[in-house]
């Protein structure tokens, strides 16, 4: 069965415009390292400094730095200075939505 020329039109002019779909197989890539995943999941929990995520997850501050970078790129983490710390949490409510609904698909 195939599908009629309007509906296969209607669908061609719901697509997004080229660009945007790069610009989401883009995002969709950085949640495609499990480093950015652990990290992102301890900021889901609570604000906190490259030191203490380095902590928690038994890594060095210059791999978590590296991967926060990636992460500020995105817009998916952002920082505030305090004092000489920087603290990072998660950027918006759609990275909360995004991990939560992500992680309910997973466990499904």
């Not at 995002?27 to 609570?46: A, C, H, M, P, Q």
């Not at 305090?82 to 939560?100: M, P, W």
Request: charged share 25%.
């Amino acid at each position: 069965m195939h599908i009629d020329g309007a509906t296969a039109t209607e669908i061609q002019q719901k697509m997004p415009e080229e660009n945007k779909l790069y610009d989401l197989a883009d995002l969709f890539k950085v949640f495609g390292d499990s480093t950015r995943i652990k990290i992102l999941y301890v900021l889901f929990e609570n604000e906190m400094c490259v030191y203490d995520i380095a902590s928690i997850l038994n890594m060095t501050q210059s791999a978590i730095s590296h991967q926060l970078r990636t992460l500020k790129q995105n817009r998916l983490v952002k920082f505030r200075k305090e004092g000489k710390n920087a603290l990072y949490s998660l950027a918006d409510e759609h990275v909360f939505t995004i991990l939560r609904q992500g992680m309910e698909h997973v466990e499904e």
